[in-house]
């Protein structure tokens, strides 16, 4: 068995291809864009790589690929959480816990190389990124930008000497289980709160730029005391906020104003994994990029991604507001089922916010870590 630094594009190529072979046969698996994935991990692409570093390995046998890894020095995560760790992403492996080990082997000394204390994941490269390995609720395909791995994988990093560091939840809600009560009386608190001044609107598209320069701030401040929390540059959320835009139905992206400023604000996408899964190994090119422009009916699900609110301005019922506008429109609009994704374990007002439309969790996610000091 070997590892191989991956550099040139070639492996970078072999890097993004090798869970279409993994997973083959999988009903569950969504398969990455490619295009998506060769940005992603281009280091005069990817604003990551302005701030932080990674080396991306790939294990061969008998010269075969049979597993994958990045070992991620984030940082922008140190000095923010005032930590001294790495991470690791993009893992994946076929079932041998000896190339696994493998592996997180050479992940966890590239880590302890750069003087890093401990090692955290997954992370695919940040928390603002595909983040966490499924831990419960393998049944189902994952919804947009969310994770799906292997069942044994849980085990292969428990074995190795991994422990829970966080997990993350996802809720779920259909048409027929919706709390129909509780959003009409979300609509109402909407009432009370422009009678105190605070508006719900949906984003200007035509000013799009300045609206995103707004929510940036609220996006910093609203997470800034969560869990695994990183503020993006200003590259870094001009990125994200691109990527959203491509998608991002502005009916669904949700602003609460104070005085003309922005409080507070809700996004929810449609499901494009649904499409996604039907393009073969992630290529957009000959038919993948017709499917997705012609078969956005077949969408049913929503997923609200992003919710965040000022502290000063919680506990007013903003957020209870937003799934009230998301539902009500998602219903009227051919929606039957919405996912709330992701939301930390520990964070017991989100909790409460999306139990109380009947959302359950049906899905777990892990950020696992070990110590590398001995």
Do not use: C
């Not at 698996?29 to 570093?53: A, M, R, T």
């Not at 140190?78 to 991470?87: I, P, S």
């Not at 049913?300 to 009230?324: H, N, S, W």
């Not at 919405?338 to 989100?350: G, H, K, R, T």
């Amino acid at each position: 068995m070997d590892i191989i630094e991956v550099k040139s594009g070639k492996d970078k190529k072999r890097f993004i291809d090798f869970p279409h072979d993994l997973y083959a046969g999988d009903p569950n698996y969504v398969p990455e864009i490619y295009l998506g994935q060769k940005e992603l991990l281009d280091e005069k692409k990817n604003p990551f790589f302005q701030h932080s570093k990674a080396q991306l390995f790939l294990a061969l046998q008998n010269g075969k690929i049979v597993g994958r890894i990045a070992a991620i020095r984030n940082n922008e995560y140190n000095r923010f959480a005032n930590a001294n760790v790495g991470f690791f992403g993009f893992f994946e492996v076929i079932e041998n816990y000896e190339v696994a080990k493998f592996l997180l082997d050479t992940a966890a000394s590239w880590v302890k190389s750069e003087g890093l204390d401990a090692i955290l994941g997954p992370t695919n490269f940040t928390t603002n990124d595909v983040a966490g390995l499924l831990v419960e609720g393998f049944n189902r395909p994952p919804v947009v930008m969310m994770a799906y791995n292997k069942t044994y994988y849980p085990a292969f990093l428990e074995r190795y000497g991994f422990t829970k560091q966080m997990d993350m939840l996802a809720y779920a809600v259909t048409e027929e289980q919706v709390n129909m009560k509780s959003v009409r009386l979300a609509q109402m608190i909407g009432e009370r709160l422009e009678k105190r001044g605070i508006t719900v609107r949906p984003v200007n598209m035509k000013k799009f730029k300045e609206e995103i320069s707004k929510v940036r701030e609220v996006y910093r401040g609203a997470w800034d005391k969560n869990w695994g929390f990183v503020p993006p540059t200003d590259a870094e959320f001009d990125r994200l906020a691109a990527e959203m835009k491509l998608i991002m139905d502005p009916e669904f992206a949700l602003l609460a104003e104070h005085e003309g400023r922005i409080v507070a604000f809700a996004l929810a996408i449609p499901d494009v994994n649904v499409i996604i899964r039907t393009i073969n190994r992630g290529r957009l090119l000959p038919t993948g990029i017709l499917k997705l422009l012609f078969q956005k009916k077949k969408i049913k699900r929503l997923r609200i991604i992003l919710l965040g609110v000022l502290e000063d301005y919680r506990r007013m019922g903003i957020e209870g507001v937003f799934y009230a506008r998301i539902i009500s429109r998602g219903l009227e609009k051919g929606y039957n089922e919405a996912e709330a994704s992701w939301i930390l374990d520990n964070n017991e007002m989100m909790k409460k916010g999306v139990e109380g439309v009947n959302m359950v969790p049906y899905k777990r996610y892990r950020i696992y870590e070990k110590s590398m000091i001995e």
